[in-house]
């Protein structure tokens, strides 16, 4: 990669120049006024206006790995959304329990902490919600317990995965991390991590939630099977989803990067979903299915990686992470567990994405200090822990916990910042206690 | 409690091979806002409403749905073309303005699926039997509250 | 051998329209990785993001324009001008449908005049047809007049490195030649036809063009984005820029000038839906493509098929140019002509040591822009503004049937073909 760093633009060195367009743009987008995808496309554009990187440098910087495959997995769980079977799962998952409260809560947490691990968090709880929203209003029961344990599940669940949650996708794909390692290393303690917080809120909330006799009968009588909308879309649509895990799995044995996969198990889709349909209505519905896809998001993501790359290349990440270094001594354990215990504080008040995406190059640069590529890992997991599973401290931490807050304010149940703070934020730091005594016993 | 247990049974129909003309006095004399259209066989096709007169008023670039075009606001005025339009459509047949804006329920849906669909469109609801499609009743605002009001 | 048999196969479906294109792209391209003939870098390597990066830019810019409501301002004004007189109104609409095509994409552009044109045209009482068959001709003349006109040009001023002013200085003036002549052929043949009433004609007159403006603000604000952006492209080349940052920048612009005053829901409701109303049929279908041609390329298929036209046309200059216009020409009438653009560049830059280094290519160049920008006139399936269009008229009730468009459309389209065979051989061979 070329290095810029003696270059003047305007009197301004280009490590200069970035440093202060990649401030302004994370002080604006913590600020929260404007918009982080246009921040984000000025912020960049203006890296190349400047001169410290040409478009061609820029584009070179742009993970389009992870673009691919947020892309792929959101056009694919936008389709099988449609089919109702998020809807009938949850249904299924409260008659199960003979729709009491507590056992209501619990399902309803390890079922969004699974499909949590498989697709994008804010659509889980977006699927979710909906129907939570439903049976607590038949039960009449308070729904705010329910919202906080699908948030935090949501978050712990994406943690398990490679394709869970973005942070893991920018550091699988950044670093060539396959899915079966994330498995492997992340799942174990995810389970544990799940588990705790379901039984916390168990028992926190046991006593409140009491409903009647009748009530209960009436979410029996619910009909999970009119629920699905679309049989045949459905079998589709999970036969896809079905394909498209198998080869995360065997993807590092078969060569394939997961945005092929992701993007090829999409148009697989779009093809079984459309091809009968006469040409206007596909045109209709395959512009509606990219239409959905969280473009600002998208877009975010590929102007921070440009304003990331503007970092690297004119040389400040290094200097960063010799920083770092020198703030740690030099030693691996501390430089772990402080990646770990910082990532989960600041992830619970900023964004993660903007963060991870700096640490990213910042661990990288670490190699030769550590003795080579393969001595990271374990900072890598400390880094996905400690940023998934911090986005839980507040209301601000996460995508999903801001999207269930809208939800719920719409519902006239509003989930305030201060006690959603006091009940989760004790909850995150139990879960990075669980996660540095795993790190520390099984790496360290 | 289902749609069929509160729904009108026996609603103003008309016949699809009817005319415009015809459809308006008889919504005009029966003070109903909208009829189902049926064919011989009483097989539920359509309703005719208000919009399907407003649809013979307007000019045919407004009624594009495109975004390029969403108001009239520029236009000019002509009572007299309009008169001619509406006076036009008269001796058309109502299969001409079949649109089913609201999907028919069955007579065994909720009848909070039914409130649902009047929250959203606010348009009368027909009620077909299943498999036959043949027009069991409809429901409007007023079946419903009467039911929930005794 | 397994590049080939997939891009064949994918062209082929393509053609056959039975399956949504951006399907079949991504299938093909997803095909290519699967097999092996490329690794997912080197397919993203293939990706042209400047192109994407230019017609997205420009895609969100002119949707929000398009919000201010200055096109139909615009079109009415044009209209009144000429005191609605029908045939004034016709060579108005179609003048103004070319200027607007040159600048903003073809499509969006038709978008935005067909449904004023209705509304003129039922209130004058005349036939619609020669109105919208004049605007697509229209829109494809003028859209081949710059870099940012149609696609086609788009692709190729990226790929060979064309700055924007080079597109005007060599393909304006032959443009204008055409559109003038294809309006002057209109006036000739529907100038008796098009009669109407002094009635009609005073109604059109009293329609208020400046209500048609729904928000000052934004028409300020998009108006200066659009200049600046236009100003931009000028001076790219002298500047270092490359046009997908200029478009990209002016499209961020634009948003943060239409939200910064809103409240943050608003502002995420409102940038969503500029990305997401972008043509991403198009954009994924281009995606595709790329690495398509990409995987053809690095399988040597394309240095293949670039020797069996050479030899074909004996290694002379000027028959090939004139090959590729007419070539380009007949087979962008009836087949799209973006995956034809995709696959002719990396054929004609292979043939650069042939005929002396890519200086010397230019002139393949404007005959490639030329023929399948100008070709996709021929057929009602030509060029997508075409399609579009059709599509529009029919659920107005004035459908356009394939045979009656090509009729006059070929000729027409022949007609553009030879003052473009005339200026190639005048100024360049």
């Not at chain 1, 998020?86 to 902490?113: E, H």
């Not at chain 3, 160049?365 to 100008?374: E, P, V």
């Amino acid at each position: 990669m070329e290095t810029h760093s003696s270059q003047v633009i305007f009197g301004w060195s280009a490590a200069a120049l970035a440093t202060v367009i990649f401030i302004a743009v994370y002080a604006l987008v913590i600020a929260e006024k404007l918009n982080r995808a246009i921040l984000a496309l000025l912020g960049a554009g203006a890296l190349i206006l400047c001169g410290v990187l040409t478009q061609e440098a820029a584009l070179r910087g742009v993970d389009f790995n992870t673009i691919g495959l947020l892309l792929g997995m959101m056009l694919i769980v936008n389709i099988t959304g449609r089919s109702g079977v998020f809807q009938y799962i949850a249904i299924w998952s409260a008659k199960k329990v003979n729709a009491q409260p507590l056992g209501v809560l619990i399902m309803l947490s390890l079922v969004t902490a699974t499909l949590s691990a498989f697709l994008d968090n804010v659509t889980t709880v977006l699927l979710i919600v909906p129907v939570t929203l439903l049976i607590t209003e038949e039960l009449k029961v308070e729904p705010y317990p329910f919202l906080i344990s699908e948030v935090l599940s949501s978050n712990i669940g994406g943690t398990a995965t490679l394709i869970g949650d973005p942070p893991n996708i920018m550091i699988g794909s950044a670093v060539g991390i396959p899915f079966n390692a994330f498995v492997n290393n992340l799942t174990p303690v995810i389970i544990v991590v799940e588990f705790a917080t379901v039984l916390a809120f168990a028992l926190v909330w046991k006593k409140s939630l009491v409903t009647t006799e009748e009530a209960r009968r009436r979410v029996m009588e619910f009909n999970e099977a009119e629920a699905i909308k679309d049989h045949r879309l459905l079998k589709q649509s999970l036969s896809v989803i079905g394909v498209v895990i198998v080869s995360f799995i065997l993807a590092h044995s078969l060569h394939l990067e997961p945005a092929t996969i992701a993007m090829f198990g999409a148009a697989v889709l779009l093809f079984l979903d459309n091809y009968r349909e006469d040409a206007d209505h596909q045109t209709k519905k395959v512009h509606g299915a990219f239409a959905e896809a969280e473009w600002v998001t998208l877009i975010f993501f590929i102007g921070l990686f440009i304003l990331v790359h503007g970092l690297e290349s004119s040389g400040v990440i290094r200097w960063m992470a010799e920083k770092l270094m020198a703030a740690t001594g030099g030693d691996f354990k501390i430089t772990a567990i402080a990646i770990l215990w910082s990532s989960a504080i600041l992830s619970a008040f900023i964004d993660n994405i903007p963060f991870v995406a700096t640490m990213i190059p910042m661990i990288k640069s670490m190699a030769p200090a550590f003795g080579g590529a393969d001595a990271l890992m374990p900072l890598w997991w400390a880094l996905s822990l400690g940023a998934c599973l911090g986005g839980n401290g507040t209301l601000i931490g996460a995508s999903a916990n801001l999207v269930v807050a809208g939800i719920a304010d719409r519902a006239g149940h509003p989930i305030r910042f201060m006690r959603y703070m006091k009940s989760c934020f004790l909850m995150m730091i139990m879960s990075i206690i669980i996660s540095h005594i795993y790190l520390y016993f099984r790496y360290l | 409690m289902n749609v069929s247990t509160i729904m009108n049974a026996s609603p103003v129909t008309i016949s699809v091979t009817e005319t415009f003309g015809n459809a308006l006095r008889l919504m005009e004399e029966r003070r109903v806002h909208a009829l189902p259209v049926v064919d011989a066989a009483g097989v539920y096709k359509g309703t005719f409403d208000f919009a399907d007169i407003w649809k013979t008023l307007l000019p045919k670039a407004a009624l594009l749905g495109m975004d390029s075009l969403t108001d009239l606001s520029f236009v000019s005025d002509a009572q007299e073309i309009l008169r001619e339009k509406l006076a036009g459509a008269g001796s058309r047949p109502v299969s001409e303005f079949l649109d089913r804006r609201v999907e028919p329920v069955h007579p065994d849906t909720p009848v909070k699926e039914a409130i649902l669909l009047f929250y959203r469109l606010d348009e009368d609801i027909p009620v077909v039997e299943r498999g036959t499609n043949r027009l069991a009743g409809i429901v409007t605002p007023w079946e419903i509250l009467n039911a929930l009001r005794d | 051998m397994i590049a080939a048999v997939v891009f064949i196969a994918v062209y082929a479906l393509v053609i056959s329209e039975k399956i949504n294109r951006a399907i079949l792209a991504l299938l093909g391209a997803g095909l290519m990785i699967l097999c092996g003939v490329l690794t997912q870098e080197a397919a993203i390597r293939g990706v042209d993001f400047n192109t994407i990066g230019l017609l997205l830019g420009m895609m969100v810019i002119v949707a929000i324009t398009g919000k201010s409501g200055v096109f139909q301002y615009v079109a009415i004004w044009s209209a009144k001008k000429v005191n609605a007189q029908p045939v004034g109104v016709m060579i108005m609409l179609s003048l103004v449908t070319a200027v607007f095509s040159a600048l903003l994409d073809n499509v969006t552009t038709v978008l935005l005049i067909v449904p004023v044109t209705l509304l003129i045209t039922e209130e004058l009482k005349v036939k619609p047809y020669p109105y919208l068959l004049a605007e697509i001709l229209c829109s494809n003349i003028g859209g081949t007049a710059t870099l940012i006109g149609d696609p086609p040009n788009i692709m190729i001023g990226s790929a060979v490195g064309i700055p924007f002013n080079d597109f005007v200085i060599h393909l304006t003036p032959v443009v204008l030649v055409i559109l003038l002549a294809t309006v002057a052929v209109f006036y000739f043949v529907w100038g008796k036809e098009l009669v109407t009433t002094e009635e009609a004609r005073r109604r059109v007159m009293s329609f208020e063009a400046r209500e048609a403006i729904k928000d000052w603000r934004l028409l300020r604000q998009s108006l200066s984005v659009l200049a600046a952006v236009i100003a931009g492209f000028v001076l790219a080349h002298s500047m270092h820029l490359e046009p997908a940052t200029i478009a990209m920048f002016g499209a961020a612009l634009l948003l943060l000038l239409d939200n910064y005053h809103r409240p943050a829901d608003e502002q995420t409701h409102n940038v969503h839906n500029a990305f997401s109303e972008a043509e991403w049929v198009t954009l994924i279908f281009f995606l595709g493509l790329f690495i398509l041609v990409h995987g053809l390329e690095s399988a040597g298929v394309i240095r293949w098929m670039a020797q069996q036209l050479l030899s074909a046309t004996g290694g002379d200059f000027a028959v090939t140019a004139i090959a590729i216009l007419w070539g380009s020409a007949i087979l962008s009438a009836f087949i799209d002509n973006i995956p034809f653009v995709a696959t002719m560049i990396p054929l004609i830059k292979s043939m650069a040591p042939t005929f002396g280094g890519e200086q010397a290519l230019m002139p393949l160049w404007w005959a490639l822009s030329l023929g399948a920008c100008l070709g996709g006139n021929g057929t009602l399936i030509g060029a997508s503004a075409n399609l579009v269009v059709a599509g529009i008229s029919e659920r107005a009730g004035q459908p356009i049937r394939f045979l009656q468009f090509l009729k006059s459309s070929f000729l027409l389209m022949l007609m553009s073909i030879a003052i473009s065979h005339v200026y190639i051989y005048f100024r360049y061979l």
